[in-house]
């Protein structure tokens, strides 16, 4: 009896298919499982239908990638509906803009240094064109550049290195209020990855002022103290717990679909404590 409410596809940077993840949920018996690609519902049609035909409870879902603070944060929508789809194309078409420039000049960047790279491939390369880092890492792993896309993201694309200069991102709190708009649950993806507690602490109480439901408490990355206290601070501040794997197939092949690292265990009630808060949006 367990869910994971946040995976990626091949429509941003996993390798799975949305159908490949359901089929996927289905092998190892997950109860519910959520598709949440980066700034993008391409990916959401497909991966609804593949529910509905291999009778697999399915979470249209999206991962923002947002700015507070300076910061980045990642924020996930859950019960994405179907009719808000071109409305959250047309929110995140400059923010796409934005990040092309950041990620080609990235690239010329590296080439300064010998790390030649083919932006037009890389990009032709992904389902929809659009780049994210995980594409241009899997790039310089390809070329020999780097051992794995770890090794990149801890290196070469790290922004202290100077070859990555972060694009403009929409404001956490303003993609919070868009989903409350929408109608569906807002969650504020791996806190600890992201902030500190103080940090987090800050945060919050803003955030649940614009309408954020829940944080991941349950985590691949996260380690048993980090989980307590995500728990911990979710119930001070009365909001919803969540949480799922981040999975993205062989471009992190260290983290399966439902078990994280092999120790993520979800329970289904977390799933089930979103629905009820989703549908009584709608009454």
């Known amino acids: 009896m367990f869910c994971d409410l946040h995976t990626h596809s091949t429509f941003s940077d996993g390798t799975f298919s949305p159908t490949e993840i359901v089929l996927k949920a289905k092998e190892i018996g997950l109860d519910a499982v959520a598709l949440c690609d980066h700034n993008t519902v391409a990916g959401l049609d497909e991966f609804v239908s593949a529910g509905k035909k291999y009778g697999v409870t399915t979470v249209a879902g999206i991962e923002f990638s947002t700015e507070y603070n300076s910061k980045q944060l990642h924020i996930v929508g859950l019960f994405i509906k179907k009719e808000n789809y071109s409305d959250i194309t047309e929110i995140m078409a400059e923010s796409q803009k934005l990040k092309e420039e950041s990620n080609k000049l990235l690239v010329k960047n590296l080439a300064k240094d010998g790390y030649i790279l083919d932006y037009d491939e890389i990009k032709n390369s ?12 899997a790039a310089l792993m390809q070329k020999g550049y780097v051992s794995s896309v770890k090794e990149a993201f801890h290196t070469l694309l790290m922004s202290k290195f100077g070859y990555y200069v972060p694009p403009k991102r929409p404001s956490s709190l303003y993609i919070i209020e868009k989903l409350k ?25 803003k955030a649940k002022a614009c309408g954020l439901n829940a944080t991941e408490a349950y ?8 989980t307590e206290l995500a728990e911990k601070i979710c119930d001070e501040y009365g909001l ?11 471009t992190k092949p260290d ?18 404590n979103l629905a009820n808060c989703y549908h009584n949006f709608r009454l």
């Open 219 to 226: 985590y691949s990355l996260f380690d048993k103290a980090e």
């Open 181 to 205: 708009g929408f109608g569906s649950i807002s969650v504020l993806a791996h806190p600890f990855l992201n902030m500190n507690e103080d940090e987090l602490r800050e945060f919050l109480p």
């Open 240 to 250: 919803l717990k969540s949480g799922g794997s981040d999975f993205h197939g062989a």
């Open 126 to 137: 992904t389902f929809d064109g659009f780049v994210n880092r995980a594409n241009i890492a």
């Open 255 to 272: 983290i399966s679909l439902g078990v994280g690292k092999g120790n993520l265990a979800i329970p289904t009630e977390i799933y089930k």
